[in-house]
């Protein structure tokens, strides 16, 4: 799993001396989390006003699943202008029952994919097909 930049994070107040300040920081930090699939009890007034226990568990939420984001290879699509080229990322299940995995597709629009969902069935693998057409030149 990857993901890139939260835009909710995108506008956070670096500085926030007064409440409403708080209270929008907290709103965008609620608002991320969701973004990139991941699902917590805590509401924006949890974080603006904490219970200790609350926040570790949500700590350890975050410990736990944010690592799963952090991309483990970076594929590359070299192409002559104007073509269209396909790399499959291997995706293997090796648990006792099916996986099923949702695709979300952020940023550049140059790219694709021709399912936005896939099952994986114990102990296999599949490829799954990215596609890139090719149009700017980079030197």
Same mark, same amino acid.
């Given at each position: 799993?990857?993901?890139?930049?939260?835009?909710?994070?995108? $506008? !956070?107040?670096?500085?926030?001396?007064?409440?409403? %300040?708080? +209270?929008? =920081?907290?709103?965008?930090?609620?608002?991320?989390?969701? &973004?990139?699939?991941? #699902?917590?009890? !805590?509401?924006? =007034?949890?974080?603006?006003? @904490?219970?200790?226990?609350? *926040? +570790?568990?949500?700590?350890? %939420? *975050?410990? #736990?699943? *944010?690592?799963h984001y952090i991309a483990k290879a970076q594929i590359e699509f @070299? /192409?002559?202008?104007? $073509? +269209?080229v396909t790399k499959n990322i &291997?995706?293997? =299940? @090796?648990?006792? =029952? /099916?996986?099923?995995?949702?695709?979300?597709? $952020?940023?550049?629009?140059?790219?694709?994919? &021709?399912? $936005?969902?896939?099952?994986? &069935?114990?102990?296999?693998?599949?490829?799954?097909?990215?596609?890139? #057409?090719?149009?700017?030149? #980079?030197?």
């Open positions: 799993s990857h993901y890139g930049n939260a835009s909710a994070l995108a $506008d !956070l107040k670096v500085s926030a001396p007064y409440d409403e %300040q708080v +209270m929008y =920081n907290a709103k965008r930090i609620i608002e991320a989390v969701h &973004e990139i699939g991941l #699902q917590t009890h !805590l509401s924006p =007034n949890d974080i603006v006003h @904490p219970s200790a226990r609350e *926040l +570790m568990l949500f700590c350890v %939420q *975050l410990y #736990q699943g *944010l690592p @070299p /192409a002559v202008l104007g $073509d +269209m &291997e995706l293997s =299940n @090796p648990s006792k =029952n /099916a996986i099923c995995y949702w695709v979300k597709l $952020d940023g550049c629009p140059d790219f694709s994919i &021709e399912a $936005d969902s896939v099952r994986i &069935e114990s102990g296999t693998s599949i490829n799954f097909p990215i596609k890139f #057409q090719s149009r700017i030149s #980079q030197q």
